[in-house]
């Protein structure tokens, strides 16, 4: 057994190899043994049992339904079997319509100031004497945790830490604080001085903070000074042996289609048909909206192939022929996606498969690709066709960025370096409390 620090992960999404969320947090603790890992969560995913063996879990839902009995709620995930929230767990329609209208407007301000008082209104339900016991029993050494957008599950991180006199990690990959997204709405400016308040409440407490890029540090930095560290995303994946493009050329897009993605990418497939009619843009997603799949079959060139897993998405990467991102244009969009940095930029840089991005200046992973030269971007609809042109019919272009990629893996998104650094500094910040 590795000396390592029992490390206990508070999180709204559960620890996964799916999806953005789950893989950024089994990112974090790849290196730590299952044995050493214990996760209370909060929504209705299911955990992973290979990445750790302990999980505790208090949805919403379970909430809603002791609000009105208060009857203590929560409960430990013990096998697979368990693994899925039960079905009657909750019967009352109306709850169901609350938490569907939650779900369907979880950006909407109103949203938020309801969750914060569900949570903090329930605390002596879930907060309770099943919940004490299992924390107890894997006597973990920190805390790690993930700020978000909600000042409840701040608040939970902190009273768990302070009733047990745990040290804090907490994780960085949005800056949902400092957003002023609606100056004119009286409310969403009550709602950002308290979410504010519980970040600095958090990372006045937290011993380490950890920024998913240099961008974000920047902004953290300025008004904190908790001890700090930048771990981009990383990733195993090694490079498909050197070919030629195939014909017709595939371009593979991986990811959501939200927040204007998906206009950007109609803009890459007409630019595409002009320069190269035989060329194909295959487009794996969760959902796709009924808008867009309209607009899919105006264009002769895309598809539409719908979700796969994280093992499958290795398996398209090695196959395509370039690899494409993009992100909106839209000013509002912009403004809010400033510090995104996309979980799939590590896979692609180190896949050894062209990259080609879409997207405009001012968003972090656009600015960080650019600054390293590691990927061809095109940041204006101007640019997209000259870029998208000499980036097709060039191979020594594409080897350059290629080569310039992969250099920026080994500097920055190598997986085992990576995540030896963050389990030294978890270890010394259970050490020093």
């Not at 002791?66 to 693994?83: H, L, N, Y």
């Not at 035989?278 to 060139?301: G, L, R």
């Amino acid at each position: 057994m590795k000396n390592q620090s029992r490390v206990l992960i508070i999180s709204y999404n559960v620890l996964s190899k799916e999806g953005a969320n789950g893989r950024t947090m089994e990112f974090l603790v790849h290196s730590f043994d299952k044995e050493n890992l214990a996760q209370l969560f909060f929504s209705n995913e299911k955990p992973d049992f290979d990445v750790c063996k302990r999980y505790y879990r208090i949805t919403e839902k379970q909430l809603l339904k002791v609000f009105f009995s208060k009857k203590s709620t929560g409960d430990p995930v013990k096998d697979r079997a368990k693994a899925e929230v039960s079905t009657d767990l909750i019967k009352e329609s109306s709850l169901d319509n609350i938490t569907k209208f939650a779900k369907k407007n979880k950006r909407a301000t109103v949203v938020k100031f309801l969750r914060n008082y569900l949570w903090g209104a329930t605390k002596k339900q879930w907060f309770n004497d099943s919940l004490k016991q299992w924390i107890q029993e894997f006597s973990p050494d920190v805390i790690l945790t993930v700020s978000g957008k909600n000042s409840c599950f701040h608040a939970i991180v902190l009273d768990i830490a302070k009733k047990y006199s745990l040290p804090v990690v907490v994780y960085h990959c949005e800056d949902y604080c400092f957003k002023n997204m609606f100056p004119k709405s009286l409310l969403y400016k009550k709602y950002i001085r308290g979410l504010k308040k519980s970040v600095d409440d958090l990372m006045d407490y937290a011993s380490l903070a950890i920024y998913n890029s240099d961008a974000i540090s920047n902004i953290y930095s300025k008004e904190y000074s908790t001890p700090s560290m930048v771990a981009y995303m990383s990733t195993q994946m090694l490079p498909v042996a050197k070919k030629e493009f195939g014909e017709p050329l595939i371009f593979s897009y991986m990811g959501n289609l939200s927040l204007g993605r998906d206009e950007s990418l109609l803009q890459v497939a007409k630019a595409l048909y002009s320069i190269s009619p035989m060329a194909k843009i295959d487009v794996y997603a969760p959902n796709i909206s009924d808008e867009f799949s309209q607009k899919i079959k105006e264009v002769s060139n895309m598809e539409y192939k719908g979700f796969i897993s994280y093992d499958e998405c290795m398996e398209v990467i090695a196959k395509s022929d370039i690899l494409l991102h993009a992100e909106s244009f839209d000013e509002k969009i912009k403004t809010d996606l400033q510090i995104a940095f996309s979980t799939k930029i590590a896979d692609s840089l180190a896949s050894g498969v062209a990259f080609f991005v879409y997207a405009p200046k001012g968003i972090a992973s656009t600015d960080y690709l650019l600054k390293h030269d590691a990927a061809c971007v095109a940041t204006t609809p101007e640019e997209l066709n000259e870029k998208l042109n000499d980036f097709i019919k060039n191979a020594d272009l594409r080897r350059r960025y290629i080569d310039s990629a992969l250099n920026l893996v080994k500097e920055n998104h190598t997986l085992e370096k990576t995540v030896k650094e963050i389990e030294s500094k978890i270890n010394c910040v259970s050490k020093m409390q």
